[in-house]
């Protein structure tokens, strides 16, 4: 009915306009610069109460949400009981929850949903020994305060009594990062990294305050330490991929597509699923089809061989050297086809003989292939092979797949 799909375009219409001049009014608000001030300046217990206000006034206004859900999660740094701090968990997740509806979808946003329980869980433990758990902890409440200065005596005395705590370490360089003095943060990203090089949040800090230096091939670096280090955590992918915007880098993996897909059923059963492209009119002239059946087979027989390759896990799981078993018994019938048409040869098979023979084939399964099954292999990976992992990235993330 024309004149109703009028009438509710005009509505729609309206409500756009109406929005709009809210948040433009919005921003306008002295009370909401202010707050936003004083966020930006990390004086958080000043910012609170203006939020908490601004809240109410403008309950739609999604950075306003947000912020008031990080501030109060803050409290649970120096509310004084476990049932108070719990609270300030339990409320702040509930306001980022209430954000991210708004639109907040920043990839911190959603760590912090994810990573606080529903009721607010549990107050953490930086270590087991008490004197040392302490001073983190007052340390952490004079950092949520805005007291730099105490903040950094509270992590040096934990370091003292524990030089192997990373968390000291980082949380000193965070410090230095908040006040701007960029130079010294960098310095305690370092120490962070030396104490345990298989972490994320030092490389990607550390890459932050290089940007801030204005340092960014030297930051570059430090984000793809940071995604090699812990390539499934949603916070080192997002950095690398924000410093490739930043850069104007193209980050992207090589295009593979796998036409053959296996489901394990019970022990012993197992469905091979095939893309019936594979089996056109026109006759397999490269041997592509044959090499992807082999591929399919080889993986829907693997439950034994698991068996052989994990002795220690009871149950199968979808794995590294499974898919990279598969991908090589495909690669090798192709090999054995004669007479055929290399022209001709499936472009995703190309890219994995490519990487078979810059012997980056694990690499690439590990951070461009990976489900739960395989995610499981990339601690033992990353042990002996990071130069391999770095090498992939850098010769085909990070250009772009390899382009």
Excluded: C
């Amino acid at each position: 009915m024309p004149g109703l799909q009028k009438t509710v375009k005009f509505g729609i219409l309206s409500l756009l306009l109406l929005a709009a001049f809210v948040t433009a009014t919005a921003q306008q608000d002295p009370d909401r610069q202010r707050a936003f001030q004083l966020y930006r300046d990390a004086k958080n217990v000043e910012a609170l109460p203006l939020f908490e206000q601004l809240a109410l006034k403008y309950p739609e206004d999604r950075e306003v949400i947000e912020s008031l859900g990080m501030l109060v999660y803050t409290q649970s740094a120096y509310l004084k009981t476990p049932e108070e701090r719990k609270e300030a968990r339990k409320r702040g997740r509930a306001l980022l929850v209430q954000a991210q509806k708004l639109g907040a979808s920043s990839a911190l946003v959603t760590a912090m949903i994810e990573g606080i329980p529903p009721d607010g869980g549990a107050d953490g433990s930086f270590s087991p020994k008490k004197e040392v758990d302490e001073a983190m902890h007052e340390g952490e409440a004079a950092f949520a305060k805005g007291e730099f200065p105490k903040a950094i005596d509270m992590y040096q005395r934990a370091l003292l009594l524990d030089p192997k705590l990373y968390e000291a370490a980082l949380f000193t360089g965070d410090v230095y990062f908040k006040t701007a003095d960029q130079v010294k943060a960098s310095e305690w990203f370092a120490r962070a990294v030396a104490i345990n090089p298989d972490r994320e949040t030092a490389y990607r800090y550390w890459g932050d305050s290089l940007m801030k230096q204005g340092k960014v091939t030297e930051a570059g670096d430090k984000f793809v330490e940071a995604y090699i280090a812990e390539p499934y955590n949603r916070l080192a992918r997002a950095g690398f991929v924000n410093w490739g915007d930043k850069v104007h880098v193209e980050l992207a993996h090589p295009k593979v597509e796998l036409p053959a897909n296996v489901a394990q059923n019970k022990p012993g059963e197992a469905t091979l699923t095939i893309d019936p492209n594979l089996f056109g009119k026109d006759k397999d002239k490269s041997g592509s089809a044959v090499a992807w059946m082999t591929y399919g087979l080889t993986r829907a027989g693997w439950q034994d061989e698991f068996a052989k390759q994990y002795p220690n896990e009871k149950t199968y799981r979808h794995s590294l050297k499974e898919e990279a078993a598969a991908m090589r018994s495909a690669l090798k019938v192709l090999s054995e086809q004669k007479g055929a048409d290399a022209n001709k040869i499936d472009p995703s098979l190309q890219v994995i003989k490519k990487l078979e023979k810059e012997g980056l084939l694990e690499a690439f399964i590990l951070l461009a292939l990976p489900d739960a099954g395989i995610a499981n292999d990339f601690p033992g990976y990353r042990k002996t092979n990071v130069e391999d992992l770095r090498r992939y990235v850098k010769l085909y993330v990070m250009t772009g797949g390899g382009k």
